[in-house]
C-alpha cells in the first residue's frame, strides 16, 4: 500500500514534476545555445509552453493522462536535444525542415555522435526513471485512483487562456527579428519552434517575375560593372578544366606549422607557383559538401534551411557542365561516397554532367572515413582523366575529395605527423590538423601525377575548400585557446568560413597571394571567362574574379538569414540592422560602425530573393 500512495501522490503532481523536469532541459538548452540558461527570460518564454500543454491534457483527457504527459514530455526532450546537436554544428536553431534531414544522421552517424557531450544525454535521464516507475507491480490500480480524480474544468481552461496569451505576447513583438537565433531566443525554444512551423505554412512568397529577374539587375545589386573588353576572356581556351573541391579545408591551414611541423607541406609549395585567393568563403547550405558542388556549379544561391539536393534538383538548371558542353567539352565528376547520398544522382542529372563515378566505380578499399581514401581517388581517378585528355574534345572534371571528413577520425596508421602534447588525442582540432595533413599527403601525389601526366600544363585547375572544418559552436575552451595560439588571434566566424581558392592557369600570371573577396559562387563566370564562354544568355550571381574587384555575399546558412560578407567585413543582423555586429576580415576584430551598409544588407536580401524566384520559375527537367 505504500508502494502505491507514493505513485499516486506522484501522479497526482505531474503537472509539477513534469514542468520542473522540463524546466532543467530548456535551462540546458539555452545554457549551450544563448549562454543564458538559469534565467527569468528562460522562466518567462519556456514556462508559459508547458503550462498550455499541460492544461490541454488535464482538460481534456479523462483517462490515461500519465500516458500523455509521457509522450509530451519524450517529445520536447527529443526536440531539445535536437536543438543541441544541431547549434553544435550548424551554429543557428533546428528548424522543422532540417528535422525532415533526420535520415541524414544514421548516414553521417560518426560525424553527429561526436558533438555529443556526455551530460546532453541526461536530460533522457527522467524518462529512463519514469518508465521504471511505471512497470512497476500495481501501477495499474494507482492510475485508476488518480484517473477517478474530479476535473477542474474552468481552472485548467483559464490557465490554458493565461498560458497562451504570454506565448502571444512573447511571440509578436518579435517576428520581425532579423536574427533567428535572437528570435528563438526572445520568443522561447518552442515557441519559435511553433511560430515557425504556422510561418511557414502561411507563406505567400511574393516571387519576382522571370521577365523581371536579369543579369542587368543582379550586376546592379551587387555593384558590378562589365568591362567593355573582359581581361583574360578566352586565355585558356580550348584547356582542360580540372576543379577539385577539398573536403572540409579551411584557408588558416596553408603556411601553417605547429611544433615545427607543417600542416599542408604539399599545399605550401603549390600556392608559390600558383595564385592564393586568401580571402575566398564558403557559400553552403544545410546540404554542405552537396550544396557547395551546387553552388560552384550554378551560380546561384542554396535554398534557405534546406539543401539544394533536396529542393531544387527538379528543375533544369543552369550551369558550369552545361555550359562547357555548349563550348565543345566532355564532362565528369568523381567522388568516392555512393551517388545516392545527398540525393546526387538527381542533382548531376539536374546539372547535367555526362558522367559520374562514385563508390560503385572505386570500391571501398582503405575505407576512410565514407569510403575509399583519398589516395584511392586519385590514383584511380588520375588515369580517367588522361583518357578524357586523348579524346578529340577538352574536358571539365571536379574531383571530390572526402578522407578529411568531420570528425576527422582517420586511421592511425595514416597520422603522418606528431602534435605537441598539448594536443590531446580527443581533441577535435588535434584530429583535424592529422586528418588534413593525409588529405595534403594524397593531394601531393595527385598533383605530381598531374605534372607527370602532361595534364597539368594543359588545364585549368582550380581547388578550394567545401566549408569550415573546425565549427567554432563545437569547440571548447581549450581547443579555442589552441586555436589562438596557432593563428595569433581568436578564432572567429571570419577564419571559420575563410576557405582558400588555388588557381593554376596555363599562360595567365597573376600575383601568389591576392586579397579580393570572393566566394564560390564566383566559380563558374570566372571559369567562363578563361575559356572564353559567353554567359550573356545565362543567369548567375557570382562574378569574375579576374575582372571584378568588390564582392557582396549572402550568406544563407551556419549564420542567422541575412548576414553579409562585403569587402572589409562579415555582418551578422541582430534583432534589427542597428545591433547586428561587424566583423573585420582583416582580424576579426568586431564593431558597431564603419561595416556593412544598410544599403549593402538590403541589396544582398534581395539578390536571396532574386535567386529563389528564379529557381522556382525555372522549368522541370
Not at 285 to 314: C, F, I, M, R, W
Not at 408 to 424: D, G, V
Request: aromatic share 12%; hydrophobic share 40%; proline share 4%.
Amino acid at each position: 500500500m505504500k508502494r502505491v500512495s507514493l505513485i499516486t501522490r506522484f501522479l497526482n503532481r505531474r503537472f509539477y514534476y513534469f514542468t520542473l523536469i522540463l524546466l532543467i532541459k530548456s535551462i540546458v538548452a539555452r545554457d549551450v545555445v544563448f549562454g543564458n540558461g538559469f534565467s527569468w527570460l528562460t522562466l518567462l518564454t519556456e514556462l508559459p509552453f508547458f503550462f498550455a500543454v499541460f492544461c490541454l491534457i488535464e482538460f481534456f483527457a479523462s483517462k490515461r493522462k500519465m500516458i500523455y504527459y509521457l509522450i509530451v514530455n519524450l517529445l520536447f526532450t527529443v526536440l531539445y536535444f535536437s536543438i543541441l546537436m544541431y547549434y553544435k554544428y550548424y551554429g543557428i536553431i533546428v528548424t522543422a525542415d532540417a528535422l525532415t534531414q533526420a535520415n541524414k544522421v544514421t548516414q553521417v552517424g560518426e560525424s553527429t555522435y561526436s558533438l555529443l557531450d556526455p551530460y546532453y544525454l541526461l536530460i533522457f535521464l527522467d524518462i529512463v526513471v519514469i518508465a521504471v516507475v511505471l512497470v512497476l507491480p500495481k501501477f495499474k490500480k494507482a492510475r485508476q485512483i488518480v484517473d477517478m480524480r474530479p476535473k477542474k474544468s474552468k481552472l485548467w481552461m483559464a490557465a490554458f487562456a493565461l498560458s497562451i496569451t504570454v506565448c502571444l505576447v512573447n511571440v509578436w513583438p518579435n517576428r520581425a527579428s532579423m536574427n533567428e537565433n535572437k528570435q528563438a531566443e526572445e520568443m522561447g525554444l518552442l515557441d519559435y519552434e511553433v511560430y515557425n512551423i504556422v510561418d511557414k505554412m502561411m507563406e505567400n512568397e511574393d516571387l519576382t517575375p522571370m521577365n523581371q529577374i536579369t543579369q542587368a539587375k543582379i550586376n546592379e545589386l551587387k555593384g558590378i560593372t562589365e568591362p567593355a573588353a573582359p581581361k583574360y576572356f578566352g586565355a585558356a581556351k580550348g584547356k582542360n578544366v580540372i576543379i577539385l573541391q577539398m573536403e572540409s579545408y579551411q584557408d588558416f591551414l596553408i603556411g601553417l606549422k605547429v611544433g615545427g611541423v607543417e600542416i599542408t607541406p604539399n599545399m605550401n609549395k603549390l600556392v608559390q607557383e600558383t595564385a592564393h585567393y586568401k580571402n575566398f568563403y564558403t557559400m553552403v547550405g544545410q546540404g554542405t559538401t552537396s550544396d557547395a558542388e551546387y553552388v560552384v556549379n550554378t551560380s546561384l544561391y542554396v535554398p534557405k534551411h534546406k539543401a539544394a539536393t533536396d529542393v531544387n534538383v527538379d528543375k533544369a538548371l543552369p550551369s558550369l557542365p552545361k555550359l562547357m558542353k555548349e563550348n565543345g567539352y566532355a564532362t565528369a565528376t568523381f567522388h568516392t561516397n555512393a551517388v545516392d547520398f545527398w540525393n546526387r544522382r538527381e542533382l548531376y542529372s539536374a546539372i547535367g554532367w555526362d558522367k559520374f563515378y562514385d563508390q560503385a566505380f572505386y570500391g571501398d578499399e582503405d575505407h576512410v572515413a565514407f569510403g575509399a581514401s583519398d589516395e584511392v581517388l586519385y590514383k584511380k581517378t588520375l588515369p580517367e582523366l588522361e583518357k578524357m585528355d586523348q579524346a578529340d574534345k577538352p574536358f571539365y572534371a571536379q574531383v571530390i575529395s572526402m578522407s578529411a571528413h568531420h570528425p576527422y577520425n582517420i586511421p592511425t596508421s595514416k597520422y603522418r605527423i606528431e602534435l605537441p602534447a598539448e594536443f590531446k588525442d580527443d581533441m577535435l582540432v588535434t584530429r583535424y590538423l592529422k586528418a588534413q595533413n593525409y588529405a595534403d599527403y594524397a593531394l601531393g601525389q595527385f598533383i605530381d601525377g598531374l605534372k607527370s601526366s602532361g595534364l597539368w600544363d594543359d588545364s585549368i585547375v582550380l581547388m578550394y575548400g567545401d566549408h569550415q572544418g573546425l565549427p567554432l559552436y563545437s569547440l571548447d575552451d581549450n581547443e579555442k585557446a589552441l586555436m589562438k595560439e596557432m593563428l595569433g588571434t581568436d578564432y572567429g566566424h571570419t577564419e571559420m568560413f575563410n576557405i582558400p581558392l588555388i588557381m593554376h592557369v596555363p599562360g595567365v600570371t597573376q600575383p601568389s597571394e591576392i586579397d579580393q573577396v570572393g566566394g564560390q559562387i564566383d566559380i563558374l563566370p570566372t571559369v567562363a571567362n578563361l575559356v572564353g564562354a559567353s554567359l550573356q544568355n545565362q543567369i548567375h550571381f557570382g562574378e569574375d574574379l579576374l575582372n571584378q574587384s568588390s564582392e557582396l555575399l549572402p550568406m544563407r546558412h551556419f549564420l542567422p538569414s541575412g548576414s553579409v560578407i562585403d569587402n572589409k567585413n562579415l555582418y551578422i543582423p541582430g534583432i534589427s540592422f542597428d545591433d547586428g555586429t561587424n566583423h573585420k576580415i582583416s582580424d576579426g576584430t568586431e564593431t558597431k560602425d564603419g561595416g556593412v551598409t544598410k544599403d549593402e544588407y538590403d541589396r544582398a536580401l534581395e539578390l536571396l530573393h532574386l535567386s529563389d524566384s528564379y529557381v522556382q520559375q525555372l522549368p522541370h527537367k
